[in-house]
């Protein structure tokens, strides 16, 4: 059984930063890629950013030059450090994980505040 486990989320006033990290356990395949995707009250779930095994990254216009995504392959660790956050960064924050049979799995979600 797939877990993904997030952490890091949390509030933050505009133009700072958060970290947010997702360590994957338990994938009998091998994973392709991992992502974070978010919510936000009212919207359909939407891609933040994903990064395949090779290291090979995709962003959302909308975060574009302020997120990093990043993976540490040994631990299966992913993370999304936030740069330069606005209000409309403000979702609930969700690790992705496809693996080489194409399943998907989804983390528990993370809550990210922007708010003075």
């Known amino acids: 059984q797939v877990q993904l486990v997030e952490s890091g989320g949390g509030l933050v006033q505009p133009g700072g930063s958060l970290k947010l990290s997702c360590a994957a356990s338990?994938?009998?395949?091998?994973?392709?890629?991992m992502g974070w995707f978010r919510q936000a009250p009212g919207k359909r779930r939407a891609l933040v950013a994903t990064i395949t095994t090779d290291g090979a990254t995709n962003y959302a216009d909308s975060v574009k030059g302020r997120f990093t995504i990043s993976r540490d392959g040994a631990t299966n660790t992913m993370n999304l450090q936030m740069d330069s956050l606005k209000p409309n960064d403000t979702a609930v924050y969700y690790c992705?994980?496809?693996?080489?049979?194409?399943?998907?799995?989804w983390g528990q979600g993370t809550q990210v505040t922007v708010s003075s």
């Open positions: 992705n994980l496809v693996d080489t049979h194409l399943h998907n799995y």
């Open positions: 338990g994938s009998r395949n091998s994973i392709a890629a």
